[in-house]
């Protein structure tokens, strides 16, 4: 049987669909072949040198072997997975699990081969409360995922901090080593050090691979091996995915014509990008590309320091469920935007329309249909609508929804954006303005010392401060 394979349509942005003034021409499309396919070559050189080490990630049969060789050792220890982190450190778990497992999961014991799975990236405190609430008593049988690449980052330290204490508190000093999991740099890091002190037991990000590229690292395969997820597939999906975006013919390569559409769309006054898929199972990998997106292409700085500021916005959005929100603004607001819907052809369970009340035969068009059928049909609808507003589509098809496609989904976006960075002539994989924000909370919360940013700690807490203070005369 032929293997499920993730395809790029993209018909639907060009000319001969939506007119010359929206659409691609084929002049421009060969415009952007001539400028992109030198990028094909540069990509794959810069990967041969060790400068982009997350596009070897997919064939790193050491740390899938490392992941499942911790969860066998936890079986039967783990009702609840608590998976702390933010950013790159939690998008991808949760995209994993809501892609690949049910949507009753955490509730329901049938419909779940491993523990429920509750990922925290916010320090919300009613949220934890109540989440510590309900465990009551359930910490001995509760692992505790700790992930921090930098392991300096406040959110992080301060949720395994409460949790360091109450495990301490209730369970004991050597309850650390049983409950807690840290994954972080190799090497360096306050993780790293804390995890040292304490014995715990530790997953590496790898070296050279930002936070939001490291779902294909420890950081995203051990939840997802803990709650039953074919971590294999996963990364046999990557390393298909990964022969088709290194092809060197553009016409080939899904990740160098999504970039350059996405390039071409920016410099022509459509600086938004929408991903919408249609699948439940689907929407949390667009919180995981909206990451991905803005945090590599939104930069202040070319490569050659001049200031551009520069980057697309992401947005996410849901069908069918956004088409009662926001289809009215995408049709016909303004035409800055540019769709990609993320389709499934084949739903791995689907549902039949019930008869129609005799009292109203106008229902008759939904009887006896697939629920899958209509979504699908939405997504069509939706498409048709924006098609006839002069809007470009984008379609990610999905066959089906599992671990090998997800598995290539995630790699065709990874890479995507390291074309769209070298398009934009900027830096995709440093985050300077969320860094910048990490040391203000550092200022704000009290963190005495020089800081990366060239501050002192008085001196940037003063500045914030003068900044942010609520003024009486401006409150009404
Ligand atoms: O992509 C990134 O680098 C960031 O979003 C980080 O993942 C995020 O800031 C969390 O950082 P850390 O894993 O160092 O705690």
């Given at each position: 049987m032929p293997k499920p394979e993730v395809k790029l349509h993209y018909k639907n942005v060009m000319a001969d669909v939506i007119g010359n003034e929206h659409g691609i021409t084929p002049e421009q499309l060969k415009d952007l072949a001539d400028k992109t396919s030198p990028l094909i070559q540069q990509l794959n050189k810069e990967r041969q040198d060790g400068e982009t080490p997350y596009r070897d990630l997919p064939y790193n049969s050491r740390i899938s072997q490392q992941v499942k060789e911790l969860v066998k050792e936890l079986e039967g220890r783990c009702e609840n997975l608590v998976v702390f982190g933010i950013g790159g450190s939690a998008l991808g778990n949760i995209a994993l699990q809501t892609a690949l497992n049910p949507y009753m999961h955490n509730l329901d014991d049938t419909q779940r081969s491993g523990p429920r799975l509750f990922v925290f990236d916010n320090v919300d405190p009613p949220q934890l409360v109540s989440f510590l609430d309900w465990l009551g008593d359930g910490l001995d049988k509760t692992i505790f995922n700790v992930i921090s690449k930098s392991g300096r980052t406040s959110e992080t330290a301060a949720q395994f901090m409460i949790i360091r204490?109450?495990?301490?508190?209730?369970?004991g000093p050597d309850s650390?080593?049983?409950?807690?999991?840290?994954?972080t740099d190799s090497r360096h890091g306050t993780l790293r050090k804390i995890a040292e002190d304490a014995d715990l037991r530790c997953l590496e990000v790898p070296d050279g691979v930002g936070g939001r590229f490291t779902v294909l690292s420890a950081v995203g395969l051990f939840s997802a091996a803990m709650c039953g997820i074919d971590i294999d597939s996963l990364l046999a999906g990557a390393r298909d995915m990964d022969t088709k975006v290194k092809t060197e013919d553009f016409h080939k390569n899904p990740a160098a014509i999504n970039a350059a559409i996405n390039y071409h769309f920016y410099n022509r006054g459509k600086r938004i990008a929408v991903m919408m898929p249609y699948s439940y199972h689907l929407k949390d990998l667009s919180d995981w590309y909206r990451q991905l997106w803005a945090e590599s292409l939104g930069k202040a700085e070319d490569l050659a320091g001049n200031e551009v500021h520069i980057g697309p916005t992401p947005l996410k959005a849901l069908g069918t469920t956004d088409q009662h929100s926001q289809v009215q603004l995408y049709r016909e607001g303004p035409n800055d935007k540019l769709f990609t819907f993320l389709q499934v052809n084949n739903f791995d369970k689907d549902i039949e329309i019930g008869e129609i009340p005799d009292c109203a035969p106008e229902l008759g068009f939904l009887a006896g249909k697939n629920l899958s059928t209509l979504l699908n049909n939405e997504k069509k609808a939706t498409e048709y609508v924006l098609l006839q507003s002069k809007r470009p589509c984008l379609t990610v098809i999905f066959p089906k929804v599992d671990a090998y496609t997800v598995g290539q989904f995630i790699y065709l976006y990874e890479v995507t954006t390291s074309f769209a960075?070298?398009?934009?002539n900027i830096n995709p994989y440093d985050q300077p303005a969320v860094e910048l924000g990490k040391e203000a909370t550092f200022a704000l919360m009290g963190k005495p010392g020089d800081y990366e940013s060239g501050y002192t700690y008085e001196e940037f807490e003063k500045k914030?401060?003068?900044?942010?203070?609520?003024?009486?005369?401006?409150l009404v």
């Open positions: 204490q109450l495990l301490l508190d209730k369970l650390l080593q049983d409950q807690v999991v840290a994954t960075g070298a398009l934009f914030i401060k003068s900044l942010t203070e609520i003024d009486e005369k401006f």
